[in-house]
Each structure stands twice: as structure tokens, then as C-alpha cells.
């Protein structure tokens, strides 16, 4: 059975996870057009990739725990999906 994921992510200036708690889903990770800078996306071991305002990138089956995000205080990012099954 799926289950909708829909997260809203409080972005902040050190890397934050997705999730808290490991989490498999397919989903598409979305930096909310109003954000001012480019938000930066990491797996936490160094690979980074900026992602500007209003792109959104799609993953299958990843743990949302494995994925970081920052930007400054106050940006947002969305998650928007269902879990594996």
C-alpha cells in the first residue's frame, strides 16, 4: 500500500534531512519559487548541487533521510509524493 508524502521543509544555514526518520518514497523535491537564493542539496558527504528557486527534481525510491537541504533561514522546500510499495 502508498501512502501521500507532502512535507514542508524549513530550510536553515546548516544541512537539514528530509526527513528524521528514514523514509522511502518517490517524490519530487521542490525549492518554492519565492525563495531568494538558490537552496543546496546534498547526499552529506560532500557532493553538493545548488538548485534555484522554483526547480523541482524528481527521485524514486530514495530515503528521504539521506538527502540534506540548506539555504538561508526562512527559505522552503516541498516534498511531494508517496512511499515505496
Given at each position: 500500500?502508498?501512502?501521500?508524502?507532502?512535507?514542508?521543509?524549513?530550510l536553515?544555514?546548516?544541512?537539514?534531512?528530509?526527513?528524521?526518520?528514514?523514509?522511502?518514497?518517490?517524490?519530487?523535491?521542490?525549492?518554492?519559487?519565492?525563495?531568494?537564493?538558490?537552496?543546496?542539496?546534498?547526499?552529506?558527504?560532500g557532493?553538493?548541487?545548488?538548485?534555484?528557486?522554483?526547480?523541482?527534481?524528481?527521485?524514486?525510491?530514495?530515503?528521504?533521510?539521506?538527502?540534506f537541504?540548506?539555504?538561508?533561514?526562512?527559505?522552503?522546500?516541498?516534498?511531494?509524493?508517496?512511499?515505496?510499495?
Amino acid at each position: 500500500m502508498r501512502n501521500v508524502v507532502f512535507i514542508r521543509v524549513e530550510l536553515e544555514e546548516g544541512d537539514k534531512p528530509l526527513s528524521d526518520t528514514p523514509l522511502v518514497a518517490t517524490f519530487t523535491l521542490m525549492s518554492a519559487h519565492t525563495n531568494t537564493q538558490p537552496m543546496t542539496l546534498s547526499n552529506g558527504k560532500g557532493v553538493e548541487i545548488p538548485v534555484p528557486a522554483g526547480v523541482q527534481i524528481p527521485f524514486e525510491q530514495v530515503n528521504l533521510a539521506d538527502i540534506f537541504v540548506r539555504s538561508k533561514a526562512g527559505e522552503v522546500a516541498f516534498v511531494v509524493g508517496h512511499t515505496a510499495g
